[in-house]
C-alpha cells in the first residue's frame, strides 16, 4: 500500500474507510491489497481492493472536491449511479460512499472494456448488438423517475449544451488550441446553428449517458456492464448511439455500422414505431456534435492537462467527423466540410 500512501493526501483516512467497510459491510477481515487502475481522461483515481483470504475484489474511486464542480460531480456520480443500479440496470452497485471527501467503494465489473474485448472477437456486430440492447433500456428505465437536480452540468442537453460545451469547445480547443489557427470563427456560426437546430428535433427526455464508448463499457463473462454515468442527464436517445459508433477508441467498419444501426432501429420500432422518422433525421446531426465534442475534448486533454496519449485518437476522430458531413451532403455544412477536409489532409 506504500504508493496508495504516497500520491493520495489522506491515505490512513481513507484505508481505515476501506478497512471499515470490508469489516462491516463485507463482513471478512481487513487485510487487502491495492492495484492501480487508470483513469483514462478523469481526474478521479481507481484502485481495485483485492481481499487476501476471500478473493473478493471491490473498486476504490477518490475524487477530491477541489473544487464545487468535484464536489457536484460526487453528488451526481452516488445520485444517478444509486438510480439506475435500483432500476436494474447494469451499472456498479454503490456499497460505501463519504460524499463530503469524495470516497466510494463500488462492485468490482472486471478488467476488460469493450475497446479491449471488440478488438480480439470476430463477431463484434453480435457482441455490440448486446451493448445496444443495454443502452436501449439505459435510455428508456433510466428516465424513469430520474431527477434533473441530480445532474452536475445541465439538466438536460439541448442547444445550449450543443453550442457552450460542444461547438464552442471544438472551435477552442481543437481549432484554436490544437491545429494553433485562429480563435474567432464567426463564419462558422451558422453552420454550426443549423446542426444544431437540427439536432434538437428529437425529444430529450430520454437518459443520456453523455459519454457512451467503449471505454466505459465492460465485458465480463459475456455481460455487458456501465460505468462513468455521473454525466447523465435527459436527452435524445440518438446522441449515446452515435457516440458508439463514431467511438475513436473503436473504430468500425461502415458495414458493422450499419448492421448495429439497424438493430437499435428494430429495438426501437418494436416500443417506438412513431419515433423512428425522427430518430433518423436527428442521427446524423447529433453525431457530428458529438464528434465535435470528442475533438474538442482530445485536444484539451493532450495539450491542457498534458495526457498526451488522446493526441493518437485526433486523426480518428477528424476522419469521422469528415466522413460524417461528406455523406450528409447538407449544402449549409460546406464551409465546415472545406475546413474539415483540410485538416484531415494534414494527418494524411
Not at 432500476?87 to 472486471?110: Q, Y
Not at 446542426?195 to 437518459?207: L, Q, R, S
Not at 473504430?251 to 448492421?259: A, G, H, M, R
Not at 493532450?302 to 466522413?323: M, T
Request: hydrophobic share 40%; proline share 4%; charged share 25%.
Amino acid at each position: 500500500m506504500n504508493d496508495f500512501q504516497n500520491c493520495c493526501g489522506p491515505a490512513e483516512e481513507y484505508i481505515s474507510f476501506i478497512r471499515d467497510f470490508l469489516k462491516e459491510r463485507a463482513g471478512v477481515s481487513a487485510v487487502f491489497d491495492l492495484h492501480d487502475v487508470p483513469a483514462d481522461g478523469s481526474n478521479r483515481r481507481f484502485w481495485r481492493i483485492c481481499h487476501r483470504s476471500s478473493g473478493l475484489s471491490f473498486i476504490a474511486v477518490m475524487n477530491e472536491p477541489v473544487d464545487a464542480q468535484a464536489g457536484r460531480e460526487n453528488y451526481s456520480y452516488l445520485m444517478i449511479g444509486d438510480h439506475l443500479w435500483n432500476k436494474g440496470l447494469p451499472v456498479p452497485k454503490i456499497h460505501a460512499s463519504n460524499i463530503e471527501k469524495g470516497w466510494f467503494i463500488t462492485e468490482d465489473l472486471g478488467n476488460r472494456n469493450l475497446q479491449d474485448v471488440a478488438s480480439s472477437t470476430a463477431s463484434r456486430v453480435a457482441l455490440y448488438g448486446k451493448v445496444v440492447e443495454v443502452l436501449f433500456r439505459l435510455q428508456i428505465k433510466g428516465a424513469e423517475g430520474f431527477n434533473p437536480s441530480w445532474t452536475c452540468q445541465t439538466e438536460k442537453y439541448d442547444f445550449t449544451v450543443m453550442r457552450r460545451y460542444e461547438a464552442d469547445y471544438f472551435k477552442d480547443a481543437f481549432l484554436g488550441t490544437y491545429m494553433r489557427l485562429k480563435r474567432e470563427w464567426p463564419e462558422l456560426e451558422s453552420s454550426l446553428g443549423h446542426i444544431a437546430a437540427k439536432a434538437c428535433v428529437e425529444e430529450n427526455c430520454y437518459f443520456l449517458h453523455r459519454d457512451f464508448q467503449s471505454r466505459n463499457i465492460m465485458v465480463r463473462e459475456g455481460e455487458i456492464g456501465i460505468l462513468d454515468w455521473q454525466g447523465g442527464r435527459l436527452g435524445p436517445l440518438a446522441y449515446d448511439l452515435a457516440s458508439l459508433l463514431i467511438d475513436p477508441y473503436t473504430p468500425l467498419s461502415k458495414e458493422e455500422k450499419i448492421l448495429i444501426y439497424e438493430k437499435y432501429l428494430m429495438l426501437l420500432s418494436e416500443v417506438f414505431p412513431e419515433k423512428v422518422e425522427v430518430f433518423n433525421r436527428s442521427f446524423p446531426y447529433l453525431a457530428i456534435q458529438r464528434n465535435l465534442q470528442i475533438l474538442g475534448a482530445f485536444s484539451f486533454l493532450s495539450r491542457v492537462r498534458k495526457k498526451i496519449h488522446f493526441e493518437r485518437y485526433i486523426p480518428a476522430a477528424l476522419v469521422n467527423l469528415c466522413g460524417l458531413l461528406t455523406d450528409l451532403k447538407d449544402e449549409r455544412l460546406s464551409l465546415l466540410t472545406e475546413l474539415i477536409e483540410g485538416q484531415s489532409s494534414k494527418f494524411l
